[in-house]
């Protein structure tokens, strides 16, 4: 079926409101804000996740410090480089690590180095690729090892580069040189190459990164906890004061914790760190953490200690939360409802994501994901708020004044409902209809101006209107010197309930009427007589007309039978207020009934007009008279 040009439009302001937030979306993606969001959240709470202690892991550090600087001075002289190479190697460490650049010799033993390394397979040199530094001269392929660190944007180190394939035998990573060096075998890095757990690695896209450099193989790295691993000073070493034991069987890793050689990097961990020592991380620290999750990784090259949701599953999730939060957004009403209810999505999911990370070690992306939640949300709540604007307007167009204000707040509320294309939707409802006409209203017209005349009726309608409005009515139409009040419709208390409200306003408009030709007698105006017809049972109600002009139509045999009850028998009308109510409207007076509505409907007067034929209907109604209402000390009587 073809859409209407109104579906039409609906169609295209739906598909430009989100169509704009997810350009919106992509913006922020591109402007890497969002990725800044991920990282920070990233590294608090990898700063509150309990780290385990590099206490554990075999691998020592032999750190060059402050005291050792002031002790032999800097550079470090190569003869004790390779006097504490010799002792580790005697105290039976399995490999050593010199990370420290040595592609020029320092000292007057200059070639201890390179014969250290010629002889001693468990000896590696670095390099640094990016800056070609290179390693120990002469040293064999098989001990070397490049130390470059991948660096964030940030300037903070959260990734490491396991591996390059496709590369020479040259190009082998410090910890890898020296996890095979250890091992005996190259196993792990063939197992990499061969595309053995190739989905626990970096894209370009993972975790919480936007068009990341992911070439090689990438992993989050797991730290242990910083300053952590078993650490002594190249004088402790040289000295002896290092027990064999606590050496025997590790890899050693030689370099730089001095602050002032200033080899320290930013970490996850200690970006939160407010200990001033523990600010930055030592560059040998780093590596001795990358060497400890290859170890970790060892016979399972399928497993990453954090894994890093990849961009599939990223996609899926920001689709999932754009699509979850407009529809949200667009079902729930009222929109303060569906505005607490978005808070709590966006809330609820930044809980999920940090505890997955905390506990799971599972790194998902956070702020693009909230973003959607937010922007497609937000789209949500302003396209309800523009349309529940709209939709005032419409309930104004088409009922106008004629409801109170505790209605009008009923009918707001239950809008999306009611309301259909701008329009109150057909229903069959049960309600009760009152009809209104003024007594004489023809010989009084000729004896007052237009003016006086609207105005002398007109006080006649303050004291219906009110008494109508004010129990859950609506005035449907003013008919010349009367109205047509219906209550049920568009919402209403139940037939009984709108009964009993009907036979309320007919007792407070009879009261009225006393007072208003008091008023009337007092400015020499003639007094003024009204009569009420009152019935009950189905109408069909909704809105008729076009676009030009619509109203809220109550129609059917029932309001044709509250209009005949109002102008039967014209001439039996000896009080101000004339009330003839059916019976099907008095029979409802007793159902649901409370102790309060029991009481007044006690007191009510009636006159049995008995059945009596109405025209347009077959069937007689049995008719009676409300006469008023006894007072609450006495019995109702029954004339």
Not at 422 to 450: A, H, K, M, W, Y
């Amino acid at each position: 079926m073809p859409f209407s040009r109104k579906q039409a439009k609906a169609a295209a302001t739906l598909l430009a409101g989100y169509g704009i937030a997810a350009l919106i979306l992509w913006g922020l993606e591109k402007s890497r804000i969002l990725q800044s969001i991920n990282l920070l959240v990233y590294d608090y709470i990898t700063h509150l996740s309990p780290a385990p202690s590099g206490q554990t892991k075999p691998i020592v550090i032999i750190g060059i410090s402050e005291s050792d600087i002031k002790t032999y001075g800097w550079p470090i002289d190569d003869s004790l480089l390779c006097a504490g190479i010799d002792r580790l190697s005697q105290d039976g460490v399995t490999a050593i690590g010199l990370d420290l650049y040595r592609d020029k010799g320092i000292g007057a033993q200059q070639n201890c180095l390179r014969e250290t390394i010629r002889s001693n397979p468990k000896f590696v040199s670095i390099f640094n690729a990016a800056d070609a530094i290179d390693p120990i001269p002469g040293a064999p392929i098989a001990q070397q090892g490049y130390n470059d660190l991948v660096i964030d944007e940030d300037g903070v180190v959260r990734r490491d580069l396991v591996h390059v394939g496709g590369q020479d035998e040259r190009f082998v990573t410090l910890p890898m040189r020296l996890l095979e060096i250890t091992t005996g075998q190259n196993q792990l890095r063939k197992q990499f190459e061969a595309g053995i757990g190739k989905d626990s690695w970096l894209s370009s896209n993972s975790g919480g990164y936007y068009a990341l450099d992911a070439a090689g193989y990438q992993q989050m790295l797991p730290f242990a906890k910083p300053g952590s691993y078993r650490l002594w000073t190249l004088k402790q070493l040289l000295s002896g004061d290092i027990p064999a034991q606590s050496l025997r069987g590790t890899v050693a890793l030689i370099g730089s914790t001095a602050p002032s050689l200033r080899d320290l990097f930013q970490v996850p961990h200690t970006r939160f760190q407010k200990s001033a020592s523990l600010a930055l991380m030592p560059g040998v620290e780093i590596h001795a953490n990358r060497l400890a999750a290859l170890i970790e990784r060892q016979g399972k090259p399928q497993k990453s200690k954090i894994w890093a949701s990849p961009v599939e599953f990223t996609n899926v999730l920001i689709l999932f939360a754009a699509l979850i939060s407009a529809l949200v957004t667009e079902r729930i009403s009222p929109i303060r409802r569906g505005l607490l209810l978005l808070m709590l999505l966006i809330g609820s999911w930044l809980v999920v994501g940090s505890l997955a990370l905390l506990l799971l070690q599972v790194w998902l992306e956070l702020s693009e994901t909230a973003v959607a939640l937010l922007l497609f949300g937000g789209t949500g709540l302003l396209r309800r708020g523009a349309l529940a604007q709209v939709q005032r307007q419409q309930v104004e167009r088409l009922l106008g004044q004629t409801t109170s204000p505790a209605v009008a707040e009923q009918l707001w509320s239950q809008r999306e409902t009611l309301l259909s294309h701008g329009r109150f939707e057909g229903r069959q409802l049960p309600v009760t209809v009152i009809f209104s006409d003024t007594r004489n209203f023809t010989t009084v017209s000729e004896g007052l101006s237009p003016a006086a005349l609207l105005n002398w009726l007109n006080r006649c309608m303050a004291y219906c209107v009110p008494a109508i409005t004010n129990r859950g009515g609506m005035v449907n139409k003013f008919t010349g010197d009367g109205f047509m009040a219906v209550y049920g419709a568009p919402i209403g208390l139940g037939a009984a309930g709108d009964a009993r409200a009907a036979l309320q306003t007919a007792l407070e408009i009879q009261q009225g009427m006393s007072q208003l030709n008091t008023e009337l007698e007092a400015l020499g105006d003639p007094p003024i007589a009204i009569r009420l017809g009152i019935h009950s049972g189905p109408v069909l109600a909704g809105s008729m007309g076009c676009s030009e002009r619509l109203e809220y139509a109550v129609i059917g045999d029932t309001v044709n039978c509250a209009s005949r009850l109002e102008s039967l028998e014209k001439e039996r009308h000896d009080n101000l207020c004339r009330v003839l109510i059916s019976d099907e409207t008095r029979d409802l007076l007793d159902q649901e009934v409370t102790a309060t509505d029991e009481e007044w409907i006690r007191r009510l007067i009636w006159m049995d007009w008995g059945s009596m034929k109405v025209k347009g209907r077959e069937e007689p109604l049995r008719i009676w008279e409300l006469r008023g209402i006894a007072p609450a000390t006495a019995e109702a009587t029954q004339p």
